[in-house]
Structures are given as structure tokens and as C-alpha cells.
Nanobody, 127 residues
Framework: VQLQASGGGLVQAGGSLRLSCTAS????????VGWFRQAPGKEREFVAT????????DYADSVKGRFTISRDNFKNTVYLQMNSLKPADTAVYYC?????????????????????WGQGTLVTVSS
């Protein structure tokens, strides 16, 4: 499974960005996908996750009500819509695949549950 994250950039506080996580076309996206982030000097942390069908989602408390995860399996892409961005959201954002729960509605917030990772995209929120 090869994943590529994109859509990061520089935005002012209160602004919005949409991140995309696209899987290689040879891989049907039947697995859960999670977004994680890592700020400078901090550990990687969970942001959001979505089941293969899109029917189950989960969010970190710090982003609930501001971020929305969704997916389009025909396009092999998972999105993270980020609104009302704060400087504290500044980080490298990574998407990852949990292939062990492929075809189920199971999702996980645990970083070690994810098997394949994209390269990350930088989000910088200025105050």
C-alpha cells in the first residue's frame, strides 16, 4: 500500500485547508485510514480516522467540531477538511492505513495499529 498525503500549506488562524490522502491505483481502498500529526519536538498524535465504508469516524478531542474526515473510494482518496485552524494545529500531517481491519467498520486511534504511512504534508497556521 502506497499512500501520498497532500494539501498542506500556510494559512492564517481561523482559516481552512483540505488535506488529501491518495492510495496507489493498484490498491483498492478497503481499509481504515487515519490522520496523525507531529509538531516539532512532540510525539506523533492521532487526529482522525475513518472506516473503509466511511460509516465510522473518530476524532481527537482537540479537533472535534473543526475537522471532518471523509473518503471517496472510487478516487482512492481520504480527505481531512480542517476549519477554524489554530496555531496549535501546526504540524506535519500523516495519513496511514490499517489493513488489518479491511472490510470492517473497525477503526483505531492507536498509532501502532497502522501499517502503512504516507510521507506527510506540512500545515503551518500563523497567528
Amino acid at each position: 500500500v502506497q499512500l501520498q498525503a497532500s494539501g498542506g500549506g500556510l494559512v492564517q488562524a481561523g482559516g481552512s485547508l483540505r488535506l488529501s490522502c491518495t492510495a496507489s491505483v493498484r490498491t483498492k481502498m478497503t481499509y481504515a485510514v487515519g490522520w496523525f500529526r507531529q509538531a516539532p519536538g512532540k510525539e506523533r498524535e492521532f487526529v482522525a480516522t475513518i472506516s473503509w465504508s466511511g460509516g465510522t469516524t473518530d476524532y481527537a478531542d482537540s479537533v472535534k467540531g473543526r475537522f471532518t474526515i471523509s473518503r471517496d473510494n472510487f478516487k482512492n482518496t481520504v480527505y481531512l477538511q480542517m476549519n477554524s485552524l489554530k496555531p496549535a494545529d501546526t504540524a506535519v500531517y500523516y495519513c496511514a492505513a490499517d489493513i488489518r481491519v479491511a472490510g470492517t467498520e473497525t477503526t483505531s486511534i492507536g498509532i501502532y495499529e497502522y501499517d502503512y504511512w504516507g510521507q506527510g504534508t506540512l500545515v503551518t497556521v500563523s497567528s
